[in-house]
C-alpha cells in the first residue's frame, strides 16, 4: 500500500483524561494552558486540536460546559484550526455529562467512541508513588473493573442529537475491528454519511494491540467495508505513537499526536508540550514527500460546516 498524494491532516489531542498531572508537568490542565498549547500545536501544524476539559486546580477530567468555555472562544479566536470535542470525555461520566458540553458548543467536529470495551489504565498507576493529588491513584487503578459505556442506543443518541440536530460530524473512535463493523452498521442505517473521518486507535489495554499486522489489518477491513467514502487516520498509545503514525502515514492515511496519547517525545524524553510531537511528526512527513493539510484543507476534505456555523 503506497502513499496517495493527498495531503495528511495532523490532529492533535491536547490533554485527554488518561494521563494525571503527577505523570509530567507539561500535560495542560488550566484554560490558558490549553489555548497555550493548542495555539502552539496548531503553529506547529495541527489542523485538528482534540479537545477534553479538566478542573483547574486539580486536574481532574470534567464535563463541565463551563470550563469548555473558558478556552474553545479563545482558541477559535487565535487558530483556525478544526475545535473537536470529546464526546468520551472521561471513564466515570454518564453519556449525558459527556455530551454537556458537545451539545452547548455545537462544534464542527466532536469525537464518537465506537463501542463499549474494557479501557484498562491501571497498569499506569504502578509506575508513580508520590501523587500530585488524592484522586489519581483511585482514578487508574479503579479501571481493572471497568467498562466504557458506549451502546448502540448511546451512539444513536448522539448521531441524532449531535450530528442531525448541530451538525457536527465525527472522529469515529475505533479501538478494535468490531468497532468498524459498528460504524458500518450506522453507515447501513443512514445515520452516517461519507466522508467518514475513522481514527483507529492502538496500544490501549482491552483494545487490538499495537502491532504492525493489526495496522494493516484495519485498514484493509476499514477499506472493504467503506471503499472510497473515508478518511483514515491513526493514533497509538506511548512509545508506539511516531512509529504508527509514521506507517499510517506512508499507507496513505491521517495522524494523530498531542500528549493525551503519549507524554513522551522521545526515548526517556517527556515533551515539554504537544507542539513539539506534532512539529516531529510534520518533520517526518516532509522527509518522506508527503504534504500537510491547512485547516481549510481539512475542512473540504471532511466536509465540516465551518468555523462561522459553531455557538461559541
Given amino acids: ?41 496548531a503553529e506547529a501544524g ?18 463541565d460546559p463551563a470550563v469548555f468555555m473558558q478556552f474553545l472562544p ?16 472521561s471513564l466515570n461520566m454518564t453519556v449525558q455529562e459527556r455530551l454537556a458540553a458537545p451539545l452547548q458548543a455545537q462544534p464542527e467536529m466532536c469525537s464518537l467512541n465506537m463501542g463499549s470495551m474494557n479501557f484498562g489504565i491501571f497498569p499506569l498507576a504502578e509506575r508513580y508513588k508520590d501523587w500530585k493529588h488524592d484522586w489519581e491513584e483511585p482514578y487508574l487503578r479503579s479501571t481493572d473493573d471497568f467498562i466504557f459505556r ?10 441524532e442529537h449531535l450530528g442531525e440536530g448541530c451538525g457536527t460530524r465525527f472522529e469515529f473512535e475505533c479501538y478494535d475491528v468490531g468497532h468498524l463493523y459498528n460504524l458500518a452498521h450506522f453507515v447501513d442505517r443512514g445515520l452516517v454519511k461519507p466522508p467518514f473521518f475513522v481514527q483507529t486507535i492502538f496500544g490501549i489495554l482491552g483494545g487490538i494491540g ?37 506507517m499510517a502515514a506512508v499507507m496513505g492515511g491521517n495522524v494523530r499526536v498531542g500528549l493525551e496519547d503519549s507524554l513522551y517525545l522521545s526515548k526517556g524524553r517527556l515533551a515539554r508540550n504537544s507542539a513539539e510531537q506534532v512539529a516531529k511528526i510534520r518533520r517526518i512527513l516532509e522527509e518522506l514527500s508527503l504534504e500537510v493539510a491547512t485547516p481549510a484543507e481539512a475542512r473540504a476534505m471532511l466536509a465540516l460546516k465551518g468555523a462561522d456555523q459553531v455557538a461559541f
Fill in 46 to 63: 495541527a489542523a485538528i486540536l482534540h479537545l477534553h476539559a479538566r478542573d483547574p486546580r486539580t486536574g481532574q477530567p470534567t464535563p
Fill in 150 to 159: 458506549n451502546t448502540f442506543r448511546d451512539i444513536a443518541y448522539i448521531l
Fill in 210 to 246: 499495537a502491532e504492525q499486522r493489526n495496522l494493516v489489518f484495519m485498514r484493509e477491513t476499514a477499506d472493504r467495508l467503506f471503499g472510497k467514502d473515508y478518511e483514515w487516520s491513526v493514533l497509538a498509545a506511548g512509545r508506539h505513537q511516531i512509529p504508527f503514525t509514521t
Fill in 74 to 89: 479563545r482558541l477559535k479566536q487565535s487558530t483556525d484550526a478544526v475545535l473537536n470535542i470529546t464526546t468520551g470525555g
Fill in 1 to 41: 500500500m503506497a502513499a496517495s498524494s493527498k495531503k495528511v491532516i495532523i490532529s492533535c489531542a491536547l490533554t485527554g483524561s488518561i494521563h494525571t498531572p503527577t505523570m509530567s508537568d507539561a500535560l495542560p490542565v488550566t484554560p490558558d494552558e490549553i489555548v497555550e498549547q493548542g495555539v502552539g500545536a
